[in-house]
């Protein structure tokens, strides 16, 4: 059964140091998104990409974080410098087309604890 | 944007019980909405969803229902066994983008 993989599972990082997360979506899903989700809450979204395309960075730290799809496949999203406060699971999801009504599958995400 | 309510936050039922949890949306334009089930340290799971131009639907021991002039859809999860334990989170999509709710943390008692 198709996954969406995330790596790594766990990262601890000292707060103003760099951190990336990676994320390799359903094969042939069009759509990927990045969502962080801080313990005891539901996921909200950092950013969306439809392809290589930014579809939705409204509620990205730009200061701090940045994502890229460069081909359309993969995603990496990176933090730097890290905040204590960015301490939380970071969560990709991809789906096969964009517009919404559509399946949306997730990862088994990143554990980020920043120290 | 879209906000999405879901209640109640804990939940705790007898193993062969039913449970339900709730959530209302605010945006009539939502027009996908599915339900997660996710474990401790690991992503959300999709489980079931339904559409905005269907009421109810069922998958076994769940189903879900919608009602769109309420703005509210719901989870049934019937005859619950110990590995039902989980939080489940609602979503609604509004334009290509999912809205999550709080979360329920399902406890089922053996």
Redesign the interface.
């Known amino acids: 059964e198709a996954e969406?993989a995330?790596s790594p599972r766990y990262k601890i990082t000292e707060k103003s140091q760099a951190v990336a997360f990676w994320c390799d979506p359903i094969s042939g899903h069009a759509?990927l998104?990045w969502y962080r989700q801080i313990l005891?809450?539901?996921?909200?979204?950092l950013v969306?990409f439809q392809d290589e395309s930014v579809?939705?960075d409204s509620q990205l730290p730009k200061d701090r974080f940045s994502a890229e799809r460069l081909k359309g496949v993969d995603s990496t999203l990176k933090i730097q410098p890290a905040e204590l406060g960015d301490s939380a699971m970071y969560?990709c999801?991809s789906s096969l087309l964009?517009?919404?009504?559509?399946?949306?599958?997730?990862?088994?995400?990143t554990?980020l604890t920043v120290v | 944007g879209e906000n999405?309510e879901?209640h109640p936050s804990t939940l705790s039922v007898q193993e062969g019980d039913s449970a339900v949890i709730k959530c209302t949306y605010s945006d009539s334009a939502?027009?996908?909405f599915?339900w997660?089930k996710q474990e401790l340290?690991?992503?959300?799971?999709?489980i079931i969803?339904i559409?905005s131009n269907v009421g109810e639907k069922k998958d076994q021991r769940i189903a879900v229902t919608l009602n769109k002039t309420a703005k509210h859809f719901s989870l049934h999860i019937t005859e619950t066994q110990p590995e039902d334990s989980a939080v489940y989170?609602c979503?609604a999509?509004?334009?290509?983008?999912?809205y999550?709710?709080?979360?329920t943390s399902l406890t089922v008692i053996p």
């Open positions: 969406v995330q759509t998104y005891g809450q539901g996921p909200e979204l969306q579809v939705d969560l999801a964009w517009g919404g009504n559509t399946e949306a599958f997730f990862g088994q995400g554990r | 999405v879901q939502s027009n996908y599915p997660y340290g690991k992503g959300p799971q999709l969803d559409r989170f979503a999509s509004l334009n290509g983008q999912f999550f709710g709080t979360g």
